[in-house]
């Protein structure tokens, strides 16, 4: 009664998050639920970062590091930067966030695909800022055409690579021949949440661009391949200068300490992470040939999950596939999105779709 709310936040609808396992469980009864509709690690955290929880209960009662020192000194070494050009994020979502408001007046504009994470638009867009929306061409992003919507008022261009939820990445030479012509009152967000799947020789180094100067941050999450998802802590590594103004409007305790203590000890845990880029990457050959044996052609990922085209009703394949105790993403149309899960997790969704299109093989 009386509420007064902004066109710009009215226009606003919720993240709808993938559905949580509990939640299925309960509607459907079944006992066996595969979740593969978040980009979850399916092995979980490193047992590093489980261990270095035990104990940080007796200090909840503590305020995290505000400044994040370790961590951020941490992530500082191994990128060949220094601490100031670090900061964390209660999940890298947060830092998206916090771009948003930095940077973004009213009326200005920030340019974006169309087929993209979700966030850039809600966020920019509750900050009363304007999303410039390029289309994606062969599910890749067209930095040609993201280029040309650049204009006087453009602050953000965010650069999802690879993309989710389309998997597809953008090369070293497309970058530096877009960047080139970026100006300098753009900051480039290079959002990299799956990096360390990535295996194609020629992906961008983004982190150079921070390092000559160039006004750009590289987004990384701690949700992805490290299997924190439920902790909440990402990072971004930017110019001294853009993590300055950054740090004035970021909330001093955003990074809780069990996030800190858990993260820093999941970097030291290389052979955890080799592990699960070797189970993601059969898991890819494995769902992309199953997918095929059922007529479907998935696009090409360096990520953890693949996009392809159901060929008919997403939300209704997707619906029946909640009902064989299998949770993957509807994108839109006929389009879906499968996390990548353990081998017999893969079996499983491919069992079930192929029951769902009507037999398949
Ligand atoms: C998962 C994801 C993130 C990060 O999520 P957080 O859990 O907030 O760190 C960021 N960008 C993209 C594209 C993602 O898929």
Known sequence: MGLQVHPDIQSLSPYVPGKPIDELQRELGLTRIIKLASNENPLGPSPKAVAALNGAQDTLHRYPDGGGYQLRQTLADRWKVTREHVILGNGSDEIIGLLARTFLAPGDEAVMADHTFVIYKMEVTAVHGKPVIVPLVNWTHDLESMGRAITPRTRLLFLCNPNNPTGTMVSAEAVDRFMARVPDDVIVVFDEAYFEYVRHPQFPDAMAYVKQGRNAIVLRTFSKIYG???????????????????????????????AQKAALAALSDDEHVAKSRAVNAAGIEQVRQGLRALGLTPIPTETNFLYFDAKRDGRLVFDALLREGIIARHIEGTMLRVTIGQPDENTAFLQALGKVLGGGR
């Open 228 to 258: 924190l998802a439920g902790l909440r802590i990402g990072y971004g590594v930017s110019t001294p200068e853009v993590i300055d103004f950054l740090n004035r409007v970021r909330p001093p305790f955003n990074a809780n300490s069990l």
